[in-house]
């Protein structure tokens, strides 16, 4: 067993049969919810939901996926989780600002990511990319341009600083940054790279260049 899969099922524990909450309204910041319909044995289909609550961050730190299975709790693990379901596993994994991946990986194939709920944020944010698609592609390229702006200017400032640490002087030599920001703009860009990053992660988009490095 692949290191990964064995730490994945130390994390798993089973499930104790509560019955599935629908999502609320006032859930939307706090709870993420998908939805995977699969064929199970004797031609019936069975009905999988991964519920998240990122308000687990406030308890112990450790944010858990719940998989249901046709409206019972089948399983948790802590994330990242990998839940095992007919035909494959569900990937489940979290950034800092929202769900990165909600993935159903068969045994033979390629993952699939799953439906979000109509109800929570990244549902909404779904049907808004349906029913506007012009506007969702502006909205998704100014996410990438504002986090691109972010990392570069980030970097740009950044290396002065750095550049004269006496043995990076001694290597390198010194660098003096082209560009020097207002605290204010700072800020201002800083706070458009988190708007940036969960837009993003409301479409499970995530990039370790990206929406990392950008924070």
């Keep these: ?40 044995d004797g031609g019936q289909e069975r009905l999988y939901a991964v519920d998240v609550r990122h308000w687990a961050r406030l308890d112990d730190s450790r944010i858990r996926a ?19 379901v007919d035909g494959g596993v569900i990937e489940v994994a979290m950034s800092s600002y929202g769900i990165r991946r909600c ?14 709920d ?8 779904a049907r808004f990319g349906a029913r506007h698609p012009g506007l969702s ?13 972010g990392v570069g200017l980030n ?8 550049s004269h640490i006496p043995p990076v002087t001694q290597r390198v030599g010194t660098f003096e940054s082209p560009i020097h920001l207002p605290i204010w703009l700072n800020l201002a860009l800083g706070g458009g790279a988190v708007l ?8 499970l988009r995530y990039s370790s260049l990206l929406d990392a490095a950008g924070h």
């Design 118 to 125: 109509p109800a929570s944020a990244e549902g909404r944010r």
């Design 196 to 203: 940036a990053s969960m837009e993003r992660a409301l479409r």
């Design 137 to 149: 592609r502006a909205v998704a390229i100014g996410s990438v341009l504002l986090l691109v702006i």
């Design 103 to 116: 993935h159903y990986r068969p045994l033979d194939g390629q993952p699939s990511q799953l439906t979000p």
């Design 155 to 162: 970097l740009l400032q950044l290396a002065e600083p750095v």
């Design 1 to 40: 067993m692949a290191l990964k899969q064995w730490a994945a099922s130390r994390r798993l524990k089973p499930g104790d049969g509560r019955e599935l909450q629908a999502f609320r309204w006032w859930q939307l910041p706090v709870r993420s919810l998908f939805w995977l319909r699969l064929p199970g």
């Design 66 to 84: 719940h998989l249901f299975q046709d409206g019972r709790h089948a399983a948790e693990s802590k994330l990242p989780a990998l839940l095992p």
